[in-house]
C-alpha cells in the first residue's frame, strides 16, 4: 500500500513537472521579444527589399489588375499574398529567383538581389511572406518545398 502511495506521488509529480515545461515553453514562444524582433525583421528586410515592386501588403505592383497588361503592354511584379503565386513555387526555386533575378517575355524583369542579400536574408523574406498565406497554401508550399529536385543543367 505504502509503494503503491509513492509510486501515484512520482506520477503526479512527474506530471506536474511535464506540464509546467510545456506551459513555460509556450509561454516563452508567445512572449518573447526576439521572436517580435525576428517578425519585426523579416518585414524590414521585405519593405527595404521588395515593397517598391510588389507592394507593401504583397499585393503586386498593380493591385488593382495583378496579371494585367500596363501601358507598355507588360506585367508588373506579382501579388506574393494569397491571391499570387508564389506559394506554388518552392523554397529552392523562390530562393534561385531572388538570388539571380528573371526576366520572361511580357513582364517586368526581377533583378538580382544575390549580391545583396544573404540566404538567411533571404529566407527570413520568404518567411515574411508566408504569413500573408491561408493554412493551406502554407502546408502545399512546404510539401513542395520537400519534394523538389534541383534540376541539374
Known sequence: ???TRYGIIIVCLVSLVLVGCGQSSQDRSDNNPS???TIAT???LYVTHCAACHGAEGKGQFPDDPYGL???DLVGAPPHDAT???????????VQIIQNGRSQPGVYPMPAFGDKLTQGEILAILDYLKTWWTPEQV???ATASAQY????P
Do not use: I, Y
Open 1 to 3: 500500500m505504502k509503494s
Open 35 to 37: 521572436t517580435e524582433n
Open 42 to 44: 523579416r518585414q524590414a
Open 70 to 72: 500596363d501601358a507598355n
Open 84 to 94: 499570387g503565386h508564389t506559394w506554388h513555387h518552392p523554397d529552392a526555386a523562390l
Open 139 to 141: 502546408v502545399a508550399q
Open 149 to 152: 529536385t534541383p534540376s541539374v
